[in-house]
């Protein structure tokens, strides 16, 4: 695993078990850029949803399946709020961790969507 996946994928973990309501402080046991990630999706997460649900057109966030939204959240974050990070890593790392933690489709799905977010947010 690359360097720069690892807190994305930490980050990843965390908000999918806080998504799935198992943990109530997704951040307690990160640090660095994994606990910054969390820290933004959740402190944002009502600005990234409503720009999903507009985004991925007659698929709303909460009919997403949540490894798809929490992916979509985190890339979505780092588009609108870590500009050092170029667009094209935050796609692709996105693209790798759907594919990695839910399906194929899933990939050219979060691809899509980010895709399009970018073009309007940078």
Same mark, same amino acid.
């Given at each position: 695993m690359s360097t720069s996946t690892e807190p994305r994928? /930490? $980050?990843l973990e965390a @908000? #999918? $078990?806080a998504d799935r309501r198992q &943990? !109530? !402080?997704p951040a307690a046991d990160l640090t660095g850029k994994a606990k /910054? =990630? &969390?820290d933004g999706v959740v402190k944002h997460r009502q600005e990234l949803d409503e720009m999903l649900n507009a985004a991925s057109k007659g698929w709303p966030v909460y009919r997403m399946p949540a490894v798809d939204r929490v992916v979509l959240r985190l890339g @979505? #974050?780092?588009l609108v709020h870590e500009p050092d990070i170029p667009k094209a890593v935050v796609i692709s790392e996105a693209v790798q961790l759907a594919k990695k933690?839910?399906?194929e489709r899933s990939g050219a =799905? &979060?691809?899509g969507v980010l895709a399009a977010l970018a073009e309007s947010v940078r």
């Open positions: 994928q /930490r $980050a @908000l #999918y $078990a &943990v !109530d !402080d /910054r =990630f &969390v @979505l #974050y780092e933690y839910s399906t =799905f &979060v691809n």
